[in-house]
């Protein structure tokens, strides 16, 4: 049984990273103050790392109690670390799992931990609940490991109708397959976002009459590094004159610890004009974005955030290829020319006509609450599966 009447049900969120936890806490929220659900945690990977800021402590001053602790990230970003890193995982999610025994699993996107999190709860029986299916990233693993944990997953809440369309086409039933919005969305108009100053308090900066927030995680299936294409956008930023720069360090992927020295390096050069964070957290993150000209990068959080705040995305390389974007995304080459290009359309008037009607596509309202509720209510005596032939059409479906 999934779920069964009158009993209350053990939701067991999987949380391995700090963007990740930002995206899932209104759903936590939700099923946290639902007298019929009991919340279990379980954290992992970077947030239980010193080089990624502890980031475990920030679940816990928000008010949860994080069950399972499971170390599994080994120092090392080679792609040899990381797979063995994956092996650990599933030992220890196995145990942590074996001593909850949760009815259902929640697990959010595409990166190595989570793919670890679904295998050990597919092959314990536990049904998955799966955020994010069908969504494309064609520069980095993330796209294998997404697609991976969709067919492992049995409940599944997608983004957009395309992507809900792409779990369906990969054999997943259509009455287990849910569009929802993206929960990031939840956090800019529910959360009390900081005023102008405080940010500046909190930045140790203030702000300048350009400001940019940059984020640039590796591309790990690129044959042009990671390292090449980052000292790339640091050529184009030097000709930017007076712009604050704010730098948010990369994950633990692979060539993640290069990109996070280039920035401490870059920053130790250019201290008036830059500052560096290895966490900012989601609040911090997003009050700043509400002042920024654009988001830089290839952050997901430039596609799907971004455009709530009506500014500009330049979204770098390959890494977001295939997600759909809003007309504020400036896709540029990871080459300092093409880089500098889009900076000059972002500053451009015509772009800032753009920006003042833009609409978000990842905006849906409520996700939270619409998740919670298929979570509370939706019952099936078993979990088996069958594929689910496309052999009809989606349309209106």
Not at 81 to 107: H, Q, W
Not at 131 to 147: F, N, S
Request: proline fraction near 3%.
């Amino acid at each position: 049984m999934l779920i069964g009447d009158n009993i209350m049900k053990k939701i067991c969120v999987f949380t391995g990273t700090r963007a990740e936890y930002g995206l899932l806490k209104p759903l936590m929220d939700e099923i946290k103050k639902d007298k019929d659900l009991e919340l279990q945690i379980i954290a992992s990977g970077m947030h239980l790392s010193p080089e990624f800021g502890l980031t475990y402590k920030e679940i816990e001053k928000d008010g949860f109690t994080i069950n399972e602790k499971v170390e599994m990230l080994l120092s090392s970003d080679t792609p040899v670390g990381i797979s063995k890193s994956i092996g650990l995982g599933v030992i220890g999610y196995t145990d942590a799992l074996e001593r909850l025994k949760p009815d259902i699993t929640v697990v959010l996107g595409d990166r190595f931990e989570a793919l670890s999190f679904a295998v050990a709860s597919f092959t314990l029986k536990i049904p998955i609940m799966h955020l994010y299916g069908g969504e494309v990233t064609v520069g980095v693993l993330d796209e294998g490991y997404r697609h991976a944990i969709t067919k492992l997953s049995y409940l599944h809440f997608t983004s957009t109708d395309e992507y809900r369309k792409r779990v369906i086409q990969l054999g997943e039933e259509p009455e287990r397959v849910f569009n929802v919005g993206a929960l990031g969305i939840d956090n800019i108009k529910k959360l009390k976002l900081f005023s102008r100053e405080k940010v500046e308090e909190k930045l140790g900066k203030k702000l300048k009459k350009r400001n940019l927030l940059i984020t640039f995680h590796p591309v790990t299936l690129e044959k042009w590094g990671s390292e090449k294409q980052f000292k790339e956008l640091l050529k184009a930023l030097d000709e930017l004159g007076d712009t604050l720069l704010i730098f948010t360090k990369a994950n633990a992927d692979t060539e993640g610890r290069k990109i996070n020295y280039l920035i401490d390096e870059y920053v130790s050069k250019n201290k008036e004009k830059t500052v560096a964070f290895t966490n900012m957290g989601q609040l911090l993150y997003l009050s700043t974005m509400q002042f920024v000209d654009a988001v830089v990068g290839n952050s997901s959080s430039g596609i799907i955030e971004a455009p709530s705040f009506k500014i500009g995305t330049i979204n770098i390389g390959d890494r977001q290829k295939g997600r759909i974007k809003a007309r504020s995304v400036i896709d540029c080459k990871p080459k300092y020319e093409d880089i500098k290009k889009a900076f000059d359309e972002l500053f451009s008037k015509k772009f800032m006509n753009v920006l003042k009607k833009i609409e978000n596509p990842y905006d849906k309202g409520d996700s939270a609450l619409r998740i919670k509720k298929v979570l509370k209510y939706f019952f099936r005596k078993d979990i088996k599966k069958k594929f689910f032939d496309l052999n009809y059409s989606l349309a209106g479906k």
